[in-house]
């Protein structure tokens, strides 16, 4: 069941019913020795909490610090309200748990987050695997705050925390013949009860344009509300792509590989005439099944709460849209 909560009434007695504390015991001393390494973690989270106290919003203070320096990126800030840490938390998608809202949260405890690599491969000079603790370090994580725009109609605001994907692609160098990046995340049927059903093909696998992976805006994301990320989000590493719809920031990501040709995705096997590659968010482009014109913010619903607007990619228009020039994004969808 969804648990609805304000912002002004968070607190972590309910915060802990829904991920016990315990489960993170161990990956708080693994972030305790990434943290001694990481020179001036402590200022850098009092710069979060203190941001976070300007904005009024309540940090759940119960998982790991990440450092978050600020946003350096244009158009990364927004100052809409936060959605709630509790609403970020308990209504996901991520089906290697279940199909409904609240089973990432309720099922995803025994999913192992530590130890982690991701593998960068494919079409590089340098292909890698590089341990979570070197993606950690690789460079500084800012903290930005994004809209995620999910396909079904709804939309959140949430503080990320990483650093653009452009930063790791950098290290392999990708080569000249590459034109995509295919992200492939973790299918472990030991610890993840949907992997092996028939909702999807495992592992969900997603994919980009090299561009649209070397924009800025595309987020390699560690944590947020200044917190390592909740396995129901992703953890320990997933993509946050805030300019096309929520389905394409894959969570959990190990492999990434560069490739010539345009990934076959986990909804372009399964349903492509209804999730296409590119999913930009376009409110001129209906999804077959529903109006894609406005969206319900999470935290705002009710009966008589207001539809917002939806945004052409997603609000970050500017920032993105000369990717596409010349491109008919009805078909390309
Ligand atoms: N990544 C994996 N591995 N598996 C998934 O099912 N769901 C996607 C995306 N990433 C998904 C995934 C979808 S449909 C959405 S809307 C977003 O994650 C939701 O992210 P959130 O739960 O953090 O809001």
Redesign the pocket.
Known sequence: MLIRNTDRDWNHRLGSEITPAALYHGRRDWMRQVAAGAAGLGLAAWAARDARAQMGTARPGKLSALPAVGSKVAGAVTMEKLTSYQD?ST??????FGTDKAD?ARNSGRFQTSPWSVSVEGLVKQPRTFALEDLLKLSAQEERTYR?R???GWS?V?PWIGYSLAELLKRVEPLGSAKFVEFV??ADSKTMPFVGSGV?EW??V?GLRLDEAMHPLTLLSFG?YGEILPK???APV??VVPWK????????LVKIRLTETEPRT?WVKSAPQEYGFYSNVNPQVDHPRWSQASERRIGEDGLFAKKRKTLMFNGYEAQVAQMYAGMDLKKFY
Do not use: H, W
Request: aromatic share 18%; with cysteine.
């Open positions: 970020a209504y996901n998608n991520f089906f290697e990432p995620l999910c396909v079904e959140m949430i995340t973790a999807l592992p969900y997603e947020m129901q989000n992703g997933r993509l719809y929520g389905f394409k920031s894959s969570k959990s986990a």
